[in-house]
């Protein structure tokens, strides 16, 4: 579980995020959405506390994060940021990080963390691709490699900044698949998405931002039956069915709707 309380953030003259509410459960898809610059990435990273400088309350499992050590807030937390880096080691290495916040005094991996390492690289379906460099991965596999190091830390509580951006239709649903794995296995997952039919396809929670503030929280059925997807988003959602009956949301823009 984890809450935020009147959160908010000043970075010089500019107010980025005002009495922020947010709340997200265990065993729980919450999606995050908002248009670019809403503070979407901001709220993200003062969660992770990778931002530092919010005030207000943020609570990890009914804990207080600011007084949380670095090392047990990496047990309980794991965010995995919008831009990925490139470095030049192998997707085993980048995923053995994961393992840091659990070693001892010798910085050494264990029989167990070396099998979690394994673990992780199989569930995030890059084991193939272990012995890669990250700098030379495709856009996808990178995409999962970092999967595969989240996977890796265990954490209760991932936070996951546009996790399929850049991606194709294949490793979307990759992703997807692992977010609800994540979920089955009871974490709190808390994800950045832009694809509104996506997004309320995965999502148990909907958060809305808008201009550093949370415009609305609820289900995806409830989101569609508010004014949001056409006040915030500027579109009108449609239902539409195939002819097997399945059902799927549309979003039209507005102007096409007249
Ligand atoms: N370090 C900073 N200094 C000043 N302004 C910042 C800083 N970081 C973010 N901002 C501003 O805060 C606002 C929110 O940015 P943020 O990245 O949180 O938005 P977002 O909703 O994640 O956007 P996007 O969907 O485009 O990723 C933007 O106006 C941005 O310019």
Wanted: one cysteine or more.
């Amino acid at each position: 579980m984890l809450e935020a309380r009147k959160v908010s953030l000043r970075l010089g003259a500019k107010s980025i995020l005002r009495d922020v509410d947010f709340k997200a459960e265990p065993g729980q898809i919450t999606v995050l959405l908002g248009r670019n610059g809403s503070g979407k990435t901001s709220l993200m990273r003062c969660l992770a506390h990778t931002q530092t400088r919010w005030s207000g309350e943020i609570l990890i499992e009914g804990q207080s994060l600011r007084k949380l050590d670095a090392k047990t807030r990496a047990q309980r937390i794991a965010l995995m940021p919008q831009v990925l880096p490139r470095p030049p080691i192998t997707v085993r290495t980048l995923t053995a990080f994961g393992r840091q916040p659990y070693l001892g005094m010798s910085g050494r991996l264990s029989e167990a963390d070396e099998q979690r390492v394994d673990s992780a690289l199989k569930q995030a379906a890059i084991a193939g691709h272990a012995e890669d460099l990250v700098c030379h991965c495709s856009g996808g596999e990178r995409q999962l490699a970092y999967f595969s190091l989240l996977l890796a830390q265990d954490t209760p509580v991932v936070l996951l900044d546009e996790p399929t951006a850049s991606l194709d239709m294949e490793y979307r649903q990759v992703v997807y698949a692992l977010l609800r794995q994540m979920k089955a296995a009871g974490k709190t997952v808390v994800l950045i998405l832009h694809e509104l039919a996506d997004a309320l396809e995965l999502a148990d929670q909907v958060c809305v931002m808008d201009r550093g503030e949370m415009v609305f929280t609820g289900t995806a059925s409830a989101f569609l039956s508010s004014r949001i997807p056409q006040s915030i988003f500027g579109v009108c959602p449609k239902t539409v069915r195939d002819e097997k009956g399945s059902e799927y949301i549309l979003f039209a823009p507005l102007d096409q709707t007249k």
